[in-house]
């Protein structure tokens, strides 16, 4: 996937999550590898999705629906290094009758490293999405 040129820019996302890098995210030539970026893309996800739609309780035995990763892609645009933070910037790309699409981005230094789409399903609702799900998600979409 190549990224559309407005992913690149932190301007097009409505939320950001700090995560500070460790020594154990660095590969042989002393770069951020690629596992670290799927656990920096998880760690955001889950931070937005919890606050977002989950009113900060991931605990599914207080809902009456599942939500489930059905799809994830990552490009890879720069090389990240250790030491400095990286910002992850999430924002909402599409919502479906049951489903969304989240759009991130990491950033170190102010330069985009990685990109990243995923998308969510709601499952055991026949109706689609709750309304309150949908308001929330509509209301931190990306600006591309």
Do not use: W
Request: charge should be neutral; include cysteine.
């Amino acid at each position: 996937m190549k990224p559309e040129p407005a992913r690149l820019l932190e301007s097009a996302y409505p939320e950001f999550i700090r995560i500070t890098t460790r020594f154990g995210d660095m590969d042989i030539n002393g770069h951020l590898n690629n596992v670290a970026f799927a656990q920096f893309f998880e760690d955001a996800r889950v931070t937005f999705n919890r606050t977002l739609i989950f009113d900060g309780d991931l605990h599914p035995s207080k809902r009456d629906y599942r939500v489930l990763v059905a799809s994830v892609a990552i490009a890879y645009v720069r090389e990240g290094y250790y030491g400095p933070d990286v910002t992850v910037g999430v924002g909402v790309k599409r919502i479906g009758r049951s489903s969304f699409e989240i759009g991130a981005a990491v950033f170190q230094d102010g330069h985009c490293l990685a990109v990243h789409d995923c998308t969510i399903v709601y499952k055991g609702v026949s109706e689609g999405m709750p309304a309150r799900a949908r308001d929330a998600l509509a209301s931190r979409m990306l600006t591309l």
